[in-house]
Nanobody, 124 residues
Framework: QVQLVESGGGLVQAGGSLRLSCAASGRTFSSYNMGWFRQAPGKEREFVARISRSGGNTYYADSVKGRFTISRDNAKNTVYLQMSSLKPEDTAVYYC?????????????????WGQGTQVTVSS
């Protein structure tokens, strides 16, 4: 089992940047594929980005491609989401999640462990 704690959210103006971090407990962090999701008020939770165990394979939602970058540091048990050129529509609670399986997933139901979320608000 792994516990996840997100940080780095906040209020930023449109066009600005933020870096989210997700710290994982335990000694098996490198055995999990990791993902970032977000949920805006009144909307379903949606996929943002995911990264493979080694960090060599990444994938992004079309809405964030070219603006967001997911990365991980297995020595620090941490996954990051660097967000640039932020837009008001990026406003949401951002969650990191861990997936125990080998297959790289982009759907909420395929992830096994979740953090509590961190709020990102982008003002226009």
């Amino acid at each position: 089992q792994v516990q996840l704690v997100e940080s780095g959210g906040g209020l930023v103006q449109a066009g600005g940047s933020l870096r989210l971090s997700c710290a994982a407990s335990g000694r098996t962090f490198s055995s999990y594929n990791m993902g970032w999701f977000r949920q805006a008020p009144g909307k379903e939770r949606e996929f943002v980005a995911r990264i493979s165990r080694s960090g060599g394979n990444t994938y992004y939602a079309d809405s964030v491609k070219g603006r967001f970058t997911i990365s991980r540091d297995n020595a620090k048990n941490t996954v990051y989401l660097q967000m640039s050129s932020l837009k008001p529509e990026d406003t949401a609670v951002y969650y990191c999640a861990a997936d125990r399986t080998i297959v790289l997933h982009t759907t909420v139901r395929d992830y096994d462990y979740w953090g509590q979320g961190t709020q990102v608000t982008v003002s226009s």
